[in-house]
């Protein structure tokens, strides 16, 4: 591996590689030119990945190739950040979708005062056949306006590849993510950290070889990582809504007696908006007690009273009477139907009320023990 020399460079250029041998040639050579032109000390770090010439190329043309094991989009920029020594970090793709000829107006933000300027294609130039429509149209969009919705961030293209940032602020970022989520994680958490965002409108090429991207997984992935900043709006809000609807439905048709034998449908359909609402609102729970061990969400009151000992053990005890209810009142359903010599038995509310009380204890006492397991990892529980 080249040695990094001694004298610490104004810029670090830091560019991930899965099999570029095609582009990197002419991506390494374009970038040097222009910190040439600038009159700028840089150095150009490849994270690479690679099972092809990418490395052996990239060497040859000065670069330090850092080899990194895991595969993933965030693990290739956390590799190439350990790296970097500039007082300014650009970073880029190899494959030529971004032009090196753009960093200038980088850099030129970061002197102006910016801490973390991201590039914007959808408020530049998309050449054709560069970006899906999917992308383009949907999938960026919804994305980035559900992150400038949770995070109040202010930018058009949270997904764009080009960037820049300050060493100082990199330092302050909680960076861990190994997937393309690592795109959202660096702008969730420059927000979070108050840092002076700025966008840079740029131009977007057709990318030469093969796409590295998965649009569902990918667009999950995003996705799953604001869950996990943000559970109240994904998963707290929508199942206290489903719960409180199926709650009520129920109450309404079984507060009509046995007349209600009919209404069955209406009963099922109560039963299960409650079910689905309950999962989801615990899942939301599961959410929250992660982020916080993850260290990504703070710690509120509510929050604070959920994880503590003493109210997992009040979870516990809550689901064990759930339960003891919902085994009680189905083996009295039982007991009904012996006596009535095992033919029509017309207690479809009791069976419904004892399916009921019986997955909720199960989730909840199941649901207090995960939480438990969860946050002994970081000493949360007392």
């Not at 350990?82 to 650009?90: E, K, L, P, S, T």
């Not at 030469?208 to 649009?215: D, P, Q, T, Y």
């Not at 199941?366 to 970081?378: E, H, Q, R």
């Amino acid at each position: 591996m080249r040695e990094i020399p001694n004298i610490v460079p104004r810029v670090s250029l830091v560019i991930p590689t899965l099999n570029e041998q095609d582009t990197i040639g002419e991506c390494i050579q374009k970038a040097r030119a222009v910190f040439q032109e600038m009159g700028m000390e840089a150095d150009i770090i490849v994270a690479d990945s690679s099972s092809d010439q990418t490395p052996r190329i990239a060497r040859s043309l000065g670069a330090v190739v850092v080899k990194v094991d895991r595969l993933g989009y965030g693990n290739a920029y956390l590799g190439g950040f350990a790296w970097a020594r500039g007082d300014y970090i650009v970073i880029m793709d190899g494959d030529l979708t971004y032009d090196p000829g753009e960093i200038p107006q980088f850099i030129e933000k970061l002197d102006q005062g910016a801490d973390f300027v991201i590039g914007t294609r959808l408020k530049g130039k998309i050449l054709p056949h560069a970006m899906p429509g999917l992308h383009r149209y949907l999938g960026n969009p919804l994305l980035t306006g559900l992150l400038n919705l949770l995070f109040t961030t202010g930018i058009s293209d949270a997904h764009c590849g080009m960037r820049a940032i300050r060493r100082s602020a990199l330092e302050k970022l909680q960076l861990r993510t190994g997937g393309m989520e690592f795109a959202s994680e660096m702008v969730i958490e420059a927000s979070r950290r108050g840092l002076r965002i700025d966008e840079v409108p740029i131009t977007y090429y057709p990318r030469r070889g093969e796409s590295k991207l998965s649009s569902l997984s990918d667009g999950w992935r995003h996705l799953r990582f604001m869950m996990l900043y943000r559970p109240v709006p994904f998963l707290l809000v929508p199942g206290l809504v489903a719960m409180a609807l199926g709650v009520a439905l129920t109450i309404a048709v079984l507060d009509q007696g046995r007349w209600s034998e009919i209404r069955m449908h209406s009963l099922i359909l109560g039963s299960l908006l409650s079910i689905i609402g309950y999962q989801t609102l615990l899942a939301g729970m599961y959410f929250a007690a992660f982020g916080a061990t993850y260290g990504v969400s703070g710690r509120s009151g509510w929050l604070n009273r959920m994880i503590s000992y003493h109210s997992l053990e009040k979870t516990l005890l809550l689901g064990l009477a759930l339960l003891a209810a919902g085994v009680l009142l189905g083996a009295s359903v039982l007991l009904d139907w012996r006596e009535a010599g095992y033919g029509t038995l017309y207690e479809v509310q009791s069976a419904m009320m004892a399916l009921i009380l019986s997955i909720l204890g199960l989730q909840t006492v199941f649901s207090g023990m995960f939480i438990s397991l969860l946050l002994l990892k970081d000493g949360y529980e007392r």
